[in-house]
C-alpha cells in the first residue's frame, strides 16, 4: 500500500510539473503501474485518491473500462444471437472472445475516450482517469487505443495500469502478456 501511495504522490509531481512546462509537442499520458495482485488496493484507495484530486483543484473524470466494455456489449444490437450461441455452445471461449473482441475493436471503445477528451479540451484543471484496464483482457491492450488516439491527449490522463515494467517504456499488461513498448507516456512504478 505505501508504494502505491508513493507512486501515486510521484505522479501527481510529474503532471504539475508536465503542466508547468507547457510542451507543444508533450501529450499529458500517464501511467500508474502496479502488479496485478494490487488490482483491488487500487479500487479500494481510488475515492481517496479521487477526493484529494479535487482538492487540489482537479475536475475529476473517471473513465471506467469495465462500465464502458458492459455498456458497448449490453447494447450491441447482435447480442440476442451471442446469447443463443452461447447457451448452444456454452464452452467455446475462443469464438466467444473473438465475437467480443470484435464489437470493442470497431472503434466503439476508443470513440467513448475520444468523445470524453474532446469535450475536456481547454480545461486547464481537468483530469481523466482511465481506470479498470484489466477489463480489456481477452480482447485488446490499451496501447492500441492510447496510440490511435495521438494528438487528442489535451488534459492529464492517468491509466491505472496492473502489469510490470519491463524497462523505460516497456510494460507487461496483467504481467502475463508478451511486453509492450509501443507506449508514448510517463511511466511511474512498476
Not at 469495465?66 to 450491441?76: F, P, S, T
Not at 444490437?77 to 447457451?87: E, F, K, T, V, Y
Amino acid at each position: 500500500m505505501s508504494s502505491l501511495m508513493a507512486d501515486f504522490d510521484e505522479l501527481m509531481v510529474r503532471i504539475r510539473h508536465g503542466r508547468e512546462l507547457g510542451h507543444a509537442s508533450f501529450e499529458p499520458i500517464y501511467y500508474l503501474i502496479f502488479h496485478p495482485r494490487d488490482i483491488l488496493e487500487v479500487k479500494r484507495t481510488m475515492p481517496a485518491w479521487t477526493a484529494r484530486l479535487r482538492n487540489e483543484g482537479w475536475e475529476v473524470h473517471q473513465f471506467s473500462l469495465a462500465r464502458e466494455i458492459a455498456d458497448i456489449l449490453g447494447q450491441a444490437p447482435i447480442r440476442r444471437i451471442w446469447l443463443a450461441a452461447d447457451r448452444k455452445a456454452p464452452l467455446a471461449w475462443e469464438k466467444t472472445n473473438q465475437s467480443l473482441a470484435n464489437a470493442l475493436t470497431n472503434g466503439s471503445l476508443q470513440g467513448r475516450l475520444e468523445a470524453l477528451l474532446a469535450k475536456l479540451e481547454g480545461q486547464t484543471n481537468a483530469i481523466v482517469l482511465v481506470t479498470d484496464l484489466e477489463a480489456l483482457h481477452p480482447y485488446l491492450r490499451i496501447g492500441t487505443i492510447e496510440g490511435q488516439l495521438a494528438g487528442k491527449f489535451h488534459v492529464p490522463t492517468i491509466f491505472f495500469y496492473p502489469g510490470e515494467r519491463t524497462g523505460k517504456t516497456r510494460l507487461k499488461f496483467l504481467g502475463f502478456y508478451p511486453e509492450d513498448g509501443n507506449y508514448r507516456s510517463v511511466h511511474v512504478g512498476g
